[in-house]
């Protein structure tokens, strides 16, 4: 292949943005093969654009990682409270059942209730990814 501005002289690669041949002495330095400051530019420029989209996509990523964090927390939270508040009262629930007082276990279960439901909706509502 001859280079496009110079016919009598061999190309020594192809411009990544117009296509055509270039030789050493049209060859522009820089990062991708440009035949012309104009090709620089337009090759620099779309390297830019691509390095923010992927600046963009990466910090989406971060924020969706965070929500997914946030989500660990919360589930732990609920679950953790749920079980302080269900655990001691369905304990005293099956103590007073052994002991045949089932009058007694019953508001205990009552108490343990709202326990429950709590690690319920920490496991359900907080479920999966984003
Ligand atoms: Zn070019
Ligand atoms: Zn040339």
Known sequence: MRCFEHR??????VCRACGRGACERCVVAGGEFACSDACRAQLDEAAATRARELALMVRSEHLL???NNNRGITRALYVGLGGVIAAP???LALLHLLGGDL???LPMLG?????I???RFGLTVTRGRV
Do not use: N, Q, V, Y
């Not at 009598?8 to 690669?13: C, D, K, N, V």
């Not at 108490?111 to 326990?115: D, K, N, R």
């Open 89 to 91: 009262t369905l304990l």
């Open 8 to 13: 009598e002289r061999e190309a020594i690669g």
């Open 65 to 67: 990682e965070r929500a």
């Open 103 to 105: 009058f007694a276990a």
């Open 111 to 115: 108490l343990a209730l709202p326990g």
């Open 117 to 119: 439901l709590m690690i």
